[in-house]
Each structure stands twice: as C-alpha cells, then as structure tokens.
C-alpha cells in the first residue's frame, strides 16, 4: 500500500535510506540528521512525501520532495539549526574527512536549476528486498500525481550519471528526460532530469 508520509513513518524511512544509500553523504552525516530532514520535509507546506508499507505497516519504500526546492536548505537549517550543528559536530567528531564535502555543500549545494512552476523530488528508496516489484514505479506516479493536484506541471531530479545505469533508465522509463549534465565540486558527476504533467482534467 502506498500512502502519505507521516511523521511517525520517519525512523523506519531513515532506516530504508540507510539501508538503501550506504556510503553517500546524507547518510554519512548520520541518523540524527535524516531524521531532522525528513521530519522537516514532511513538516513543510512545501514538503511531499508518500511511503510503501507491507501488510504489517513496515515502510519498505519512500519518496519525498518539495514543491518549493529554491532555498529548501535554508528554509531547513534557519529552522533546525541548533540541531543540524549538534548532529553535524558529531559526524565530524566520528569522520573528520567529511569536512571538505560539508563545507562545499554548505557554500554551494548541489541541487537542480530552478524554473518558476518547478518541483523537485528529493529521494525516492526501496528496501534491497523488495526491489524489481514495481515499487519504486509507484512511489514516483503517486509523487508525481500530488504534484499535478497542487497545480504544478514540472518536476526535477539529480541522480549520479556513472556507474548509475539502471537508476537512469528508470527515470528515462517513466518519462523523465535528461536536461543536462553537470560535476559537483566535489568531482562528482550528475544528471538532471525533468519531467512535464499534463493538467488534470
């Protein structure tokens, strides 16, 4: 069942994304940290969030974004800041080779060129075990649809460009089209997509 996230859905979504992310940087800076970003999103006006749940109502996928992704990060940390700098002295304190990467995200955040009209969908997870079920197709068509009943009409995303072949294409599949490449500061390359909805009749 696909539903609408819900604050009490976070720590099982944080423990899919940990499960899901290993070794990415949202994940580095820890479990603290997912969760004061999740919450937020889900807490926000702008914050879209749907989970798929087993018959016991185990959250086994997620998808989150926001309708106003422009100035997201600083909508979040303006918010949560004590907390965010709480969470982020202990990550450095475990992996001080964080540092660069935290200061570069900080200065420049990766995130996808902004249009007027334009939403964003942040992360999107399925647990290892129940991935190739069709799963993650749902959790994007259920994103997308509230999407289009907010009255917006473009969506974007970044996803990594190499190594990343079957992720691509499943956005490629679900009508996402490749707007442009692009290097993070930290050498790492990306793919933005976009995808326009046709208006609700």
């Given at each position: 069942m696909v539903r609408k996230m819900q604050l009490s859905d976070v720590n099982q979504v944080v423990n899919?994304?940990?499960?899901?992310?290993?070794?990415?940087f949202l994940t580095i800076l820890g479990e603290k940290f997912l969760r004061?970003?999740?919450s937020f999103i889900i807490t926000s006006p702008d914050g879209v969030g749907y989970v798929?749940?087993?018959k016991d109502e185990i959250v086994?996928?997620?998808v989150c974004g926001t309708t106003k992704p422009l100035g997201f990060y600083k909508r979040f940390f303006k918010k949560k800041w004590w907390n965010?700098?709480?969470t982020i002295l202990f990550s450095i304190i475990r992996d001080p080779s964080i540092i660069p990467r935290l200061v570069w995200r900080v200065l420049k955040p990766p995130q996808p060129s902004t249009e007027?009209?334009?939403?964003?969908l942040m992360s999107i997870a399925v647990h290892p075990n129940y991935q190739n079920k069709g799963i993650g197709k749902l959790?994007?068509?259920e994103f997308l649809g509230e999407i289009r009943r907010q009255g917006i009409q473009r969506v974007n995303l970044t996803t990594d460009k190499e190594k990343n072949d079957a992720v691509n294409l499943f956005y490629q599949r679900l009508g996402f089209q490749l707007a442009r490449s692009f290097v993070t500061p930290e050498g790492r390359w990306m793919n933005e997509y976009v995808i326009t909805l046709s208006k609700e009749e």
């Open positions: 899919v994304h940990l499960t899901s992310f290993q070794g990415f004061l970003l999740y798929c749940v087993d086994i996928g997620f965010i700098i709480l007027p009209g334009t939403a964003t959790l994007v068509q």
